[in-house]
């Protein structure tokens, strides 16, 4: 399979500081990204997909000035997260695709997880 | 409202033994429903998929099952071993508009296989 990175593993910030968190397909290039959260003994929640070149589409509820997404390459994207809250604690992991065609409707195209990011604001 | 559920927290298998894990689901749009295993520090790997025109798909221990009338699926794994042990997510896939593809999780089932 492909592998996806992300940096940093954890972080530990003060509250209303901005935390960025990378992702990295090491080995293929997407040209989509998903960010996801989760909180603890919850499941994986869809925050934005990032698509290269062009502005992200975020999920009902996650405000895209808080949570800053850049894909500014096939093989990076970045989620900053701006004025971090105590609130904001929380796993961030990331996946990517590789590009699509018309198969997309009639296929499932594996997303690659990067081991995530454990966020915590103090 | 989780459209996508595990509702067994946990489980425990015998070695050797068959280990089924269950998901039930609400949304009729989803089209390709999944299963991913995930290790402690690492990202979630994918396992198997299902179409939703299917009613199973098997690939080597792993099989999956989809009843769509009763919105329900389940992974099959026989027979069970060691390095099964890990936290097992149902999802579904569903395709919005334009083409948008977004996966929907389950909670997560912690899969533990007694040697």
């Known amino acids: 399979g492909a592998v996806v990175s992300q940096h940093p593993s954890r972080v530990i910030c003060k509250s209303g500081t901005s935390v960025k968190i990378e992702c990295r397909s090491l080995d293929f290039q997407a040209t989509t990204m998903f960010w996801y959260r989760q909180f603890p003994k919850k499941s994986l929640m869809l925050m934005a997909t990032?698509?290269?070149?062009?502005?992200?589409?975020?999920e009902q509820g996650v405000e895209k000035d808080k949570f800053l997404i850049n894909h500014a390459s096939l093989t990076l994207s970045t989620l900053t997260v701006t004025s971090a809250h105590p609130e904001d604690s929380s796993f961030y992991i990331c996946?990517?695709?590789?590009?699509?065609?018309?198969?997309?409707?009639?296929?499932?195209?594996?997303?690659?997880f990067g081991p995530g990011t454990r966020l915590t604001v103090l | 409202d989780q459209q996508v559920k595990q509702n067994s927290p946990s489980l425990s298998v015998q070695e050797g033994r068959i280990s089924i894990l269950n998901c039930d689901y609400t949304n009729s749009m989803f089209d390709y429903f999944l299963w991913y295993k995930k290790y402690p520090a690492e990202g979630p790997t994918f396992l198997i998929s299902?179409?939703?025109?299917?009613d199973k798909n098997e690939d080597g221990r792993f099989t999956v099952f989809l009843n769509k009338s009763a919105k329900h699926l389940s992974l099959h794994i026989v027979p069970s071993q060691p390095g099964d042990s890990a936290v097992y997510f149902c999802?579904?896939?569903?395709?919005?508009?334009?083409?948008?593809?977004?996966?929907?999780f389950g909670t997560g089932t912690r899969l533990t296989i007694i040697p």
């Open positions: 996946s990517a695709r590789r590009p699509v065609n018309l198969k997309l409707f009639f296929s499932y195209n594996e997303q690659f």
């Open positions: 990032s698509n290269e070149g062009s502005k992200a589409t975020y």
């Open positions: 299902i179409s939703s025109i299917k």
């Open positions: 999802a579904a896939r569903w395709i919005e508009n334009f083409g948008n593809e977004k996966l929907t």
